[in-house]
Structure formats: structure tokens, C-alpha cells
């Protein structure tokens, strides 16, 4: 199948203005100049800690951020621009979101109904529980009635009501067992292998490892590192950027090193690289504007000027000393 | 709402009409009140020894408990005693004037929850546009102002000035009782429904208005925008009856107000409600109509929280099928 770009996130900025002390307006840049691409058939993961913005990426694709929040950059979806407008044709049909918990059911309306939508059909829905072995007296129930599991399940169908292009799914996995998130991220390999794009957003590392193709390491509001899933399952060396080292080998399966410090806040950022304050390697030249860069490096892209091309120094390398041995 | 439910409601009404009835009486008894003066008048030509025989006659010279109890017994077998105002037992007087006040406060109690909840929903779909803004001062200003002033200003401008509206009274003056229509029932009730809607619609409006702004920034909203519904969609699946929800328990147990609306309203244009009948029964020291009007009106704005109390059961989901569970 010929690969084609689902979304593009180019330059994204997102701000909200708020009162600060009388009657002072800010404004509190919350997404900087983040750019990314899900291509058809991929499984692409934005994995950080929580509180750095990942769900307001989610819904500024899907252009439901609130009035105060201001955009600028430019979203695509299969090559056009995504606008408010555009996104109305769109959500629900050819863009589907799973949303992280059962708040975002409506509490008075029975679930079958729903997970049916406006653009659904009550057979395609039954069809759909029976698959995620939801009983059917499922859809007589209202929100509060499911459990955990359940409710989650109920909000798989619901985004799979349609043939959606792009799947957004935020936090899909907590509060699942080990089998049911096996089963979900099943779902999603299965969405993506039919060629839709998915946009996993998620703090657990471990699930993105299992799933996505290639992984977003993002932090204070923006991506530090994009690269194959490869490089993380590598770690070290094949990492591009010291945040990413330190969040692979902070697992416990790893070296369970936890990185001290905790992430800026949005409105307090320093100057240059974002990491620059946690990070051995800051010096100088970190604080410069261009730090903040995204730059190419091996097969992925950093916003680090330390980080260096393992393969090309090797290769560098191989060759010096094949001059050498001349 | 079962056995068990019906069973704590009835105490708690119990409970609650004995607790009105003797703060009641307390107070009554305790106030410069003297029954026999408000019943033979201050210069009756009745002996001293006649007098303290009425005295005697009606129990005034026993214990205060006893009173209340001797009172409460009688009441009990539904004898309230004789209005001295009106000459004619209480629970007829409350009777009559209750039909009054009936009407007037379930015409704008029904017009301010329809008028209130609708605006309210427009002003939070149209959040901080013009007309929510204008609104929103109108309400405020609705809130603050004393009932009896906005049934002045009414009574003033289109009774007075532009003498569309009778000034007072529930029918014209002069005609028979037998002889008046409804026609003029109705348009002797539009200044006083009218005054009492706009005393109580401000509340439903702000607090329609608020609970919808609070809906719309909620999750589910965002989710099902995220669905591709549209505006109208969000307002007729979810909106509505996310809002009407609350609003309607709400305007139930809202009753007191009413109550106390009512009874400055009916004042201000001499209807001749409940209201009315307190007034003239506090200026006349009628014991008996003061301690039955009390007791009555604790029944009403009960049975305005009870009904809001089941209503909820019955449909909010939540709490309907929470208890199958």
C-alpha cells in the first residue's frame, strides 16, 4: 500500500491569554513550534509526563480548544488544511478521538446511543459490542453503570463506529488490565494496518514501545526527540537526546534511574533548550535561540546541538582509518 | 420511592409542622398580642368579670404548654379555630384565599420557568454576546430591587399612568361576586402574575445560565463536538437535558420565595390571597389565622421540596437505577 500523510503538524504554537493580577492580560504559551507527521498505516506515539500539554495537542488537531486559546502554524490532514471549518465535515466521520475517561460520556444518555452518534448505525454498534464482548444490554446502560474495563471498551466502539482515517486516542490504556490494553493496542495495530493513521498520546512508554512505529518524546510543551520505535528499544547510544536517554533508563525494567528535577513551567521557560536546566551535558551554546531547534540527526529529528550522528561518526571514523592504514 | 422513603418523607413532615407550629405559637404568645382586646376591641363596654370569664372560657389564663397543647389537639382534628378577622373558621378562610393565591403563583411560577430557563439557555449559548449582557444587568438589577417596588413601579406606570391595568383587587369593583367572568379574573391577575414572574425569573435565568456555561466547558461536550455533532445537536442531545435537570428541581424547591413574593405582591395590589389575609391578621392580632397561615405555609413550601425531592428520583438515572444496583 502507498504510503500516504495523514496528518501534519507544522510549527504548531498554542497560547491561552488570562488575567493575571487585575486586570493584566498573558498570554501562556503552552505548545511550542511543535511539528509532526502520521503517516497511513502508522502508529505514531507522543509520549511525556503528564502535565506537559500532550492532551491540549490532541484537541488543537481536532480544533476544540477553548475561545481563549490561540493558535498559530499550520495543521494538515491528507495533504489540506485543517481549519474549524474543514474539521466540522470531518470529526466523527474521518477523524475519530478516544478520549481518556467515562467524564466524557454524557451521564444522562444511555450508551448505546451514544457510541452510535449522530453518524452511526445501531446495527454497526451492536456488531461492535458483540466484538469487544460487551454484553447487549450494554447500550440500556447509562455511563455510571460501566465499569472501568468497560467503559473503555464502550469507547473503542465508539470511535470505530466509522472508517475513521485518523484515530486520536488519548491515554487509551489506564485502568485496563494487562490483557484488555494487549487487546486495545491490538485494535489499534489492526486500525493502522487498514491504513488509517493513529495518533497515541500516552505517558506509559511500555505501551508505546509494544505498538507504535515511531515515538514523540515530548516535554514542557513541546517534542524533544521524533524517532523509529527502534532507537527506544536500543536506547542509549541510538537515543538522540539526553531527555530520552534519561526517560528510558528511568524505567524499571532499565537501570530505574530517575532524572532529577521536574519539568518548567509553561509560564516560566527558560531561554534556549527547554531541557538545559536537568541536563549534564548544558553548557553555553544551550541557551542560545537556536538550542531550541528541531534538527535531522540519524534517521530522526532533536532539538539538541550536542547530539551527535553515531553512524556517520563511525563511519567518519572507518574511514580515517582506513586512510590510515594506506 | 419506596415504603421506606414515604415513610421518612412523612416524618420529616411531621417533624417539620410541629417544629412551625410551635415557633410559631412562641412567638405569637411572646408578642404585644392580646387576644381578648383583638376580639372584643380596645373600648368595649364588657365588664372586667365578663371579660376574665372569655378569659377562662378560651384558656388564656393556663400554661403555656398546655396552650399549645390544647391548640395543637383541636388542630389535629382539623379545627384551626375562628379567624376574628373574617369572622369564620381558619381553615376555611385559607381555603378561600388559597384559590387566589393558587392561581396567581402557578401562573408566574409556570411563566418565569419557562421564560427563565429559556433565556437562560439563549444567554449561555450566546455567552458574554450583547443580548447576554443586557440580560444578565437586567437580572441582577431584578434581583436586588424589593418586590413591593417593582409592584409599585408596575401599579404606577401601567395602572396609574397609562390606566391599561386595574389598579387592584381581583374583580371590578361593584359587581356581584356571581356576576364577575373570567375575563376579568384574568385581567385583574396579569399586573400581579407579571410582578411576581419578574421577582422570580432572575433567579432561574442566572442559574440556567450558569449550570449551561459549567455543561459546556464539561468533558462529554468536547466529546461529542469531537463526534462531529453541531450546535443544534449538542443543544438537543445533551445540552438541555443536562440544564433542565437540576433547573427543574430547582424551581421546585424554590417555593418559599414564591411564598414570600406572593405575599408582598398580593399587598401591593390589594389581591385578596393569603397574602392579604397575614397582613390583616398580623394588624388585627388574630391569633388563630396568624398560627394557621404558618402552618399552611410550612406545608407549601414542603411539599414544593418533596415533590423536587422525587421528581429527582425519578429522573435523574443516576439516582434511579443507582438504587437497583
Keep these: ?326 | 420511592m419506596n415504603g421506606k422513603k414515604i415513610f421518612t418523607e412523612l416524618l420529616r413532615m411531621v417533624c417539620l409542622l410541629a417544629a412551625v407550629s410551635l415557633v410559631a405559637f412562641l412567638l405569637i404568645t411572646n408578642a404585644p398580642i392580646d387576644p381578648l382586646v383583638s376580639y372584643v376591641g380596645t373600648n368595649s363596654t364588657l365588664s372586667p368579670e365578663a371579660k376574665e370569664e372569655i378569659a377562662e372560657y378560651w384558656g388564656l389564663k393556663e400554661s403555656l404548654p398546655k396552650r399549645f397543647l390544647t391548640w395543637a389537639g383541636h388542630a389535629l382534628q382539623g379545627d384551626l379555630g375562628t379567624s376574628i378577622t373574617y369572622k369564620k373558621p381558619v381553615a376555611q378562610v385559607i381555603g378561600e384565599r388559597f384559590s387566589y393565591s393558587f392561581v396567581l403563583m402557578l401562573a408566574a411560577w409556570i411563566l418565569s420557568s419557562f421564560l427563565g430557563f429559556f433565556l437562560g439557555i439563549v444567554c449561555g449559548l450566546y455567552q458574554e454576546g450583547i443580548f447576554d449582557r443586557c440580560i444578565k444587568v437586567f437580572c441582577l438589577i431584578l434581583k436586588s430591587a424589593p418586590t413591593f417596588w417593582i409592584g409599585l413601579l408596575l401599579l404606577s406606570l401601567f395602572a396609574v399612568k397609562l390606566g391599561w391595568f386595574p389598579i387592584g383587587m381581583a374583580a371590578p369593583i361593584g359587581k356581584l361576586s356571581s356576576e364577575v367572568a373570567l375575563g376579568d379574573r384574568i385581567y385583574h391577575l396579569i399586573l400581579p402574575v407579571l410582578t411576581l414572574t419578574l421577582v422570580s425569573i432572575s433567579e432561574t435565568t442566572l442559574y440556567t445560565r450558569q449550570k449551561l456555561v459549567e455543561i459546556l466547558s464539561s468533558d462529554f461536550i468536547l466529546y461529542a463536538r469531537a463526534r462531529g455533532e453541531n450546535r443544534r445537536q449538542l443543544v438537543f442531545r445533551h445540552i438541555l437535558k443536562n440544564v433542565a435537570l437540576p433547573a427543574i428541581t430547582v424551581q421546585f424547591s424554590s417555593f418559599s420565595e414564591l411564598f414570600g413574593g406572593m405575599a408582598l405582591a398580593e399587598n401591593v395590589f390589594a389581591y385578596p390571597g393569603i397574602g392579604t389575609a397575614i397582613t390583616a391578621a398580623a394588624l388585627n392580632g388574630d391569633v388563630p389565622l396568624l398560627l394557621g397561615i404558618a402552618v399552611f405555609s410550612g406545608l407549601f413550601v414542603f411539599s414544593g421540596n418533596l415533590i423536587a425531592n422525587i421528581l429527582y428520583g425519578v429522573l435523574d438515572p443516576r439516582i434511579r437505577e443507582g438504587e437497583a444496583l
Design chain 1, 1 to 326: 500500500m502507498k504510503k500516504e500523510n495523514i496528518l501534519k503538524v507544522e510549527d504548531l504554537t498554542v497560547s491561552f491569554s488570562r488575567y493575571q493580577k487585575g486586570f493584566h492580560k498573558t498570554s501562556l504559551e503552552v505548545i511550542h513550534s511543535l511539528s509532526l507527521e502520521v503517516n497511513s498505516g502508522e502508529i505514531v506515539a507522543v509520549v511525556g509526563s503528564s502535565g506537559s500539554g500532550k492532551s491540549l495537542l490532541a484537541h488543537a488537531v481536532l480544533q476544540l480548544l477553548p475561545q481563549n486559546a490561540k493558535t498559530k502554524g499550520e495543521i494538515l490532514y491528507r495533504g489540506n488544511s485543517l481549519g474549524e471549518k474543514q474539521s466540522r465535515k470531518l470529526l466523527g466521520r474521518e477523524i475519530s478521538f478516544i478520549p481518556q475517561s467515562v467524564d466524557y460520556l454524557d451521564p444522562l444518555m444511555r450508551v448505546g446511543a451514544q457510541v452510535q452518534g449522530v453518524y452511526g448505525t445501531k446495527e454497526r454498534q451492536q456488531m461492535l459490542f458483540q466484538q469487544f464482548g460487551l454484553a447487549q444490554d450494554t447500550q440500556q446502560k447509562y455511563p455510571f453503570q460501566l465499569s472501568g474495563g468497560m467503559a473503555r471498551r464502550v469507547l473503542i466502539s465508539a470511535a470505530l463506529m466509522e472508517n475513521a482515517k485518523l484515530m486520536i486516542a488519548d491515554e487509551p490504556t489506564p485502568g485496563l488490565s494487562v490483557d484488555l490494553a494487549m487487546d486495545t493496542l491490538k485494535y489499534f495495530r489492526n486500525v493502522a494496518d487498514q491504513g488509517a493513521g493513529v495518533l497515541l498520546i500516552t505517558h506509559d512508554i511500555d505501551l508505546a514501545l509494544q505498538v507504535a512505529d515511531r515515538i514523540a518524546v515530548f516535554y514542557a510543551g513541546t517534542i524533544l526527540e521524533l524517532a523509529p520505535t527502534e532507537d527506544f528499544v536500543k536506547g542509549g547510544q541510538a537515543l538522540r537526546h539526553p531527555y530520552s536517554r534519561a526517560f528510558m533508563s528511568a524505567l524499571p525494567q532499565n537501570e530505574f534511574q530517575p532524572l532529577a528535577g521536574s519539568q518548567p513551567y509553561a509560564g516560566n521557560l527558560p531561554k534556549g533548550c527547554l531541557f538545559a536546566q536537568r541536563c549534564s551535558l548544558c553548557d553555553e551554546q544551550c541557551k542560545s535561540e537556536d538550542a531550541a531547534l528541531m534538527r535531522q540527526v540519524a534517521g530522526g529529528k532533536v532539538r539538541c546541538i550536542h547530539a551527535i550522528d553515531q553512524d556517520r561518526n563511525r563511519e567518519i571514523g572507518n574511514r580515517h582509518q582506513a586512510m590510515a592504514g594506506i
